[in-house]
């Protein structure tokens, strides 16, 4: 059973059967595992946590990572063809991709041939530095599109942290919110855990999701301790949205 108002809850204690709808597990094409290796160590680590649906989300950046449905596809064949059986029939995993708002992604968006997380479900995300001067324009676009955008980690775009009504008018736009597990800890620094707190109580959040690259976000994670106990209910409540949401079993 699990026991919300214990003096000490580890976010571990919640992610049996959990669906991760963002990392970066795949090996070599973005800034997450580097090879097959870390690929593994990443699923198995994750796996001990409870976690057995996967959705790997490498970024798709024009100027970074140009990864397409090709290079995707052929580091999903090659981490599948590394998986031993017994691993391999333990987890279920169905990659999508992180899309940066650029000119890319319009693109892309245009002949509607992006990688959802399931059906209609597309996560994209903006530079730290600033948003798309024409942000709301864009999602207008996707939504006309036929898809539900999921913006990642809204907390850690510090440009809002001084605007946090602006969150609101982004829900209010269409946008689904897809935390990220460390930013219930000071992980990415305490404006971050204090905005993640702001929409976990404001009920702005729908989803949930680990964002790992390497090893040491694997630890973090299953070192997180839960101490607000109005939070532990409510990331329980998105752990289980998140489930139901883009559950394959």
């Given at each position: 059973m699990?026991?919300?108002?214990?003096?000490?809850?580890f976010?571990?204690?919640?992610?049996e059967?959990f669906?991760d709808?963002?990392?970066?597990?795949?090996p070599?094409?973005?800034?997450?595992?580097?090879n097959?290796e870390?690929?593994?160590?990443?699923?198995e680590?994750?796996?001990?946590?409870?976690?057995?649906?996967?959705?790997?989300?490498?970024?798709?950046?024009?100027?970074?990572?140009p990864?397409?449905d090709?290079?995707?596809?052929?580091?999903?064949?090659?981490?599948l063809?590394?998986?031993?059986?017994k691993l391999l029939n333990?987890?279920?995993?169905?990659?999508?991709?992180e899309?940066?708002l650029?000119?890319?992604f319009e693109?892309?968006?245009?002949?509607?041939?992006?990688?959802?997380?399931k059906?209609?479900y597309v996560?994209?995300e903006?530079s730290?530095y600033?948003?798309?001067?024409?942000l709301?324009?864009?999602?207008?676009?996707?939504?006309?599109?036929?898809?539900l955008?999921?913006l990642?980690h809204?907390e850690?775009?510090s440009f809002?942290?001084?605007?946090l009504n602006?969150y609101k008018?982004?829900k209010?736009?269409?946008?689904?919110?897809?935390?990220?597990?460390l930013?219930l800890?000071a992980y990415?620094?305490?404006?971050?855990e204090?905005t993640?707190?702001?929409?976990?109580?404001?009920?702005?959040?729908?989803?949930?999701?680990?964002?790992?690259h390497?090893?040491?976000?694997v630890d973090k994670?299953?070192n997180?301790i839960?101490?607000n106990k109005k939070?532990?209910?409510?990331i329980?409540?998105i752990?289980k949205n998140?489930?139901r949401t883009f559950?394959?079993?």
């Amino acid at each position: 059973m699990l026991r919300f108002f214990s003096k000490k809850l580890f976010l571990k204690d919640l992610l049996e059967d959990f669906v991760d709808i963002h990392n970066h597990i795949l090996p070599g094409i973005d800034d997450g595992a580097t090879n097959i290796e870390d690929s593994l160590r990443l699923i198995e680590g994750m796996k001990g946590l409870g976690i057995k649906q996967f959705i790997p989300t490498p970024h798709v950046m024009q100027d970074t990572y140009p990864n397409t449905d090709d290079s995707i596809g052929d580091a999903y064949q090659r981490l599948l063809g590394a998986l031993d059986s017994k691993l391999l029939n333990s987890i279920t995993l169905n990659p999508a991709a992180e899309y940066m708002l650029d000119s890319n992604f319009e693109s892309l968006l245009e002949s509607r041939n992006l990688f959802t997380l399931k059906r209609d479900y597309v996560l994209i995300e903006m530079s730290y530095y600033q948003a798309p001067i024409n942000l709301e324009s864009i999602i207008f676009k996707i939504k006309t599109k036929g898809y539900l955008p999921v913006l990642a980690h809204p907390e850690r775009y510090s440009f809002y942290h001084n605007n946090l009504n602006y969150y609101k008018r982004l829900k209010q736009l269409g946008c689904f919110f897809q935390l990220n597990m460390l930013s219930l800890s000071a992980y990415y620094g305490k404006p971050v855990e204090k905005t993640a707190n702001y929409l976990i109580d404001k009920q702005l959040v729908d989803f949930i999701g680990s964002d790992i690259h390497h090893e040491r976000h694997v630890d973090k994670i299953s070192n997180l301790i839960l101490s607000n106990k109005k939070v532990n209910e409510n990331i329980g409540k998105i752990i289980k949205n998140t489930n139901r949401t883009f559950s394959v079993i």
